[in-house]
């Protein structure tokens, strides 16, 4: 083991005696030693500033702190805006565009992705159970949260092929992208997250189900196109995104009449059955952020560009044509407003037509930058020297909004997009690249061996900031909207704000990375197995237990000692069932990251064994309904072993504890069995499970008197 450097090792006594020793053979003629000498006030003065140098050479600082974690592969948590998801209403159907801003009083939110409103949400939702049972579900007044209950998505027993209908009082818009919110009810979220530490779905789940929408029109049932399901199968709240091409007929389903949308259960199996809390085609979700500067690419003419976004009528814009890797700006010697449809059209100015070497289509940059914000578009002027800094006023930034644009020296009046990288590891000297400073709050570029460094005119081409925490609202108190365009709208925040922080800084990332190197990454005792199976991304684990090779060759064969033998439990699991295929499949898949080389994950599911009881007690006679008191108890104390493997249930513990209820005057016998070739009994009648066996409270007899 590598012994640790101690720099800081002499106290300031010490260094000053070592001083004033050495002074007697340097300079004999100096013989007063006392404080009041001059020469002494130096020797103190030297020595307490070598025990300070001492001190600071000792410590870790960020620097020391940011190499290592880089070392590590480690990267800290970034500053992250809260998001909440909001519930629009309008008099009218309109389309949202992104970015659209909301506030809730000095909290500004903005719309994640466009959104298309419609006036008259779904109302009523129906299917059909295999028996033939129409099950309805209305909305009940104006509320998302009024739906009336719980609603099983395809019936008690889901079949493929099974339907779910939705209408709607009006045709949905055809050709524009819509998104149908489907909240699942609470049993369903009870499952690990499906996200990583950052927030990113993780890319091994599969889906235990496929989903799909379809409309009436033309007589028939069309699926509808460009699908996509965040919901992942119903069993989170999400998304279901997808486009309508042809005008929806109106059509009768269960004797209810309107348009319809069908969601369609296709393959796959549940592992519970999909219920609903609430859906609607009118929630959106929103971010709690403040886009300050926004670049967009946009198609156009050499006479004209249509730009739609909420930002482009009130803010400053520059636009600049594309071509190749170089920007050119250009000039616009008109603006037209359609504040309804969120979009402005530029056109562009004669000599910028008659110089161009663009053909009729051309792509554009253009840029918005709110008046507020028009300080901070121009950064100022590269000097061409490494590692430059520029120190932005703006608190709050999100480091992943930032974009540039510098001057292109070898091409004048010419810019080249800049991006925003972590660091500059990977980045070679002709990478165009800076990266943000969260701590000094400064735009950084490379040194020109990692990361080009710039020599033009810098501008901010794009900029976001929020305020971290601060976004993690109540619910209900996002009520404004922005634009007098949406005049009639109304808006409410249905869940609570959520996920807003600041950046983490580097002692806290390392305090992290410090926990995390206490548990390997390779899943190499039984435990860390077990810990690792448990955290399965989607799953509902009740019990999990790695058994060794010699506990398994007592129900098994063809046992290997290299491989790992697991039993699993999901919540709900039944007796006789098979392990669900998309447990099986979804486990193996995020082992496979964690297993050691060389051996492999096998699943058994439980053997369930049925422990029944006779129950023979004096009762007192004060107590009613002593069967279902006794029956709620032994169920409870019996729940203990639900999610253990291999337990042992002692009789004299049992005994003594039904003698201790408060309802028993005498407990005169009481009688245990095992049913199951899973557990044996001893003379004692305890009785103990084999490693894959688990307890399960059955029949319960009785015999009460009150004499």
Not at 314 to 330: A, C, K, Q
Not at 338 to 366: C, L, P, R, W
Not at 469 to 497: C, D, H, Q
Not at 609 to 637: G, P, S, T
Request: aromatic fraction near 10%.
């Amino acid at each position: 083991m590598i012994e640790p450097v101690v720099l800081d090792n002499e106290s300031y006594g010490e260094i000053f005696e070592e001083l004033r020793s050495v002074v007697n053979r340097c300079y004999p003629e100096w013989t007063d030693f006392n404080f009041h000498d001059p020469g002494i006030t130096l020797l103190q003065m030297f020595a307490l500033r070598k025990e300070e140098q001492q001190f600071f050479m000792d410590q870790i600082g960020d620097e020391h702190l940011k190499s290592y974690l880089k070392l590590l592969d480690i990267h800290r948590k970034a500053t992250r805006p809260a998001t909440c998801m909001i519930r629009l209403s309008s008099p009218e159907d309109m389309y949202l565009t992104d970015r659209l801003k909301f506030y809730a009083e000095d909290l500004t939110f903005e719309l994640e992705g466009a959104k298309q409103v419609v006036k008259e949400d779904i109302d009523l939702c129906l299917c059909e159970d295999p028996e033939g049972k129409v099950r309805k579900w209305r909305r009940q007044g104006h509320l998302f949260d009024t739906m009336g209950g719980r609603f099983l998505v395809f019936g008690e027993k889901p079949k493929k092929g099974s339907h779910m209908y939705m209408r709607i009082k009006r045709p949905l818009p055809m050709d524009k992208g819509l998104s149908l919110y489907l909240s699942v009810s609470p049993e369903s979220k009870k499952r690990v997250p499906i996200v990583d530490e950052n927030g990113e779905d993780y890319s091994v789940f599969v889906p235990f189900v496929r989903l799909s929408v379809s409309y009436y029109a033309g007589g028939e049932w069309k699926s509808a196109l460009q699908q996509k399901d965040d919901t992942v199968g119903l069993i989170r709240d999400g998304f279901f995104h997808f486009l309508i091409e042809e005008g929806m007929e109106e059509t009768s389903v269960y004797g209810e009449s309107g348009y319809f949308l069908r969601l369609t259960y296709e393959e796959g199996l549940f592992d519970i059955l999909p219920c609903l809390a609430n859906i609607s085609l009118n929630v959106a979700r929103a971010v709690q952020r403040d886009t300050k500067i926004e670049s967009v690419w946009v198609k156009g003419t050499s006479k004209s560009v249509v730009v739609v976004s909420p930002m482009a009528e009130y803010s400053i814009n520059r636009l600049f044509r594309v071509e190749g890797e170089r920007l050119l700006p250009v000039n616009a010697e008109k603006k037209v407003l359609f504040s309804e449809e969120n979009t402005a059209i530029f056109h562009i100015a004669e000599e910028e037509k008659e110089g161009s070497q663009a053909k009729e289509d051309a792509t554009y940059f253009v840029i918005n930058t709110e008046w507020e914000a028009r300080k901070l578009h121009s950064l100022g002027v590269g000097n061409g020297f490494p590692e430059q800094r520029i120190v932005l006023e703006e608190k709050g930034i999100l480091p992943r909004s930032l974009s540039l644009l510098v001057e292109n020296e070898l091409y004048p009046r010419s810019f080249c997009l800049w991006k925003w990288v972590e660091d500059f590891g990977k980045c070679g000297p002709e990478d165009r690249v800076f990266s943000f400073d969260e701590e000094k709050n400064a735009i950084v570029f490379g040194d020109g061996i990692c990361g080009c460094v710039p020599e033009g005119e810098i501008l901010l081409a794009s900029c976001c900031v929020t305020k971290g925490p601060a976004g993690n609202i109540k619910t209900g108190r996002i009520r404004e909207v922005a634009g007098v365009a949406l005049f009639g709208a109304t808006i409410s925040n249905i869940t609570e704000g959520a996920g807003g922080a600041w950046a983490e800084s580097y002692r806290d990332c390392f305090l992290r990375v410090q926990r995390m190197l206490k548990r390997p990454r390779t899943a190499v005792s039984a435990k860390d197995v077990e810990e690792r199976i448990q955290k399965t991304p989607g799953l509902r684990l009740e019990a999990v237990k790695v058994l060794s090779a010699e506990e398994v060759r007592q129900f098994a064969r063809n046992v290997s000692d290299l491989n790992l033998y697991t039993m699993i439990r999901p919540y709900g699991h039944k007796p006789g069932e098979p392990i669900h295929p998309g447990y099986r499949l979804n486990i193996l898949r995020y082992m496979e990251h964690y297993r050691p080389v060389g051996s492999m994950i096998v699943l058994y599911p439980p053997e369930y064994v049925k422990i029944e009881l006779f129950v023979d007690a004096v009762v007192k006679a004060e107590y009613r309904h002593l069967e279902r008191l006794l029956d709620k108890d032994l169920r409870k104390w019996f729940g203990g072993y639900a999610d253990v493997f291999g337990s042992e249930i002692v009789y004299g513990s049992l005994y003594a504890w039904l003698r201790n209820r408060p309802y028993i005057r005498l407990l005169r016998s009481l009688d245990l069995s095992a049913k199951g070739t899973g557990a044996k009994q001893n003379k004692e009648g305890d009785i103990r499970m084999a490693p894959n066996g688990i307890a399960v409270l059955g029949e319960i007899r009785h015999a009460f008197s009150m004499v």
